[in-house]
Nanobody, 122 residues
C-alpha cells in the first residue's frame, strides 16, 4: 500500500489543522493506520492510531483530548484532526500502515508515507 500525507502548514498556538493520509494500492480497509511525528533532533514518536475498521483509536498522552483520528475506508483516507495546537506539536508528521491491529511502536508498521510539516508558532 502507498501512503501520502498532506495538510501540514503553519498555524498559531491554539489553532487547528487537519492532516490527511491518502492510501492507494492494496485493500486499505484491512490496515491499521498510525500517525507519528519527528521534531528536529528528536526521535520519531507515536501520536495516534486507528484500527482497520475505525472502531478503536489510541492516542499518546501528549495529544489526548486535543487530537482525533478517523478514517473513511470508502475513500481510502485517514484523518488526524489537531486542535488546540501547541508549539511543542511542531514536527514532521508521518502516517504509516500495518495489517489489522493498531500499535504504538513505529517498528511494527510496514508502510510509510512521506512526511508533512506542521509548525505551530507561539
Amino acid at each position: 500500500v502507498q501512503l501520502q500525507a498532506s495538510g501540514g502548514g503553519l498555524v498559531q498556538a491554539g489553532g487547528s489543522l487537519r492532516l490527511s493520509c491518502a492510501a492507494s494500492g492494496r485493500t486499505f480497509s484491512v490496515y491499521a493506520v498510525g500517525w507519528f511525528r519527528q521534531a528536529p533532533g528528536k526521535e520519531r514518536e507515536f501520536v495516534a492510531a486507528i484500527n482497520w475498521s475505525g472502531s478503536s483509536t489510541y492516542f499518546a498522552d501528549s495529544v489526548k483530548g486535543r487530537f482525533t483520528i478517523s478514517r473513511d475506508n470508502a475513500e481510502n483516507m485517514v484523518y488526524l484532526q489537531m486542535n488546540l495546537l501547541k508549539p511543542e506539536d511542531t514536527a514532521v508528521y508521518y502516517c504509516a500502515a500495518r495489517l489489522y491491529s493498531m500499535v504504538a511502536d513505529a517498528k511494527m508498521y510496514d508502510y510509510w508515507g512521506q512526511g508533512t510539516q506542521v509548525t505551530v508558532s507561539s
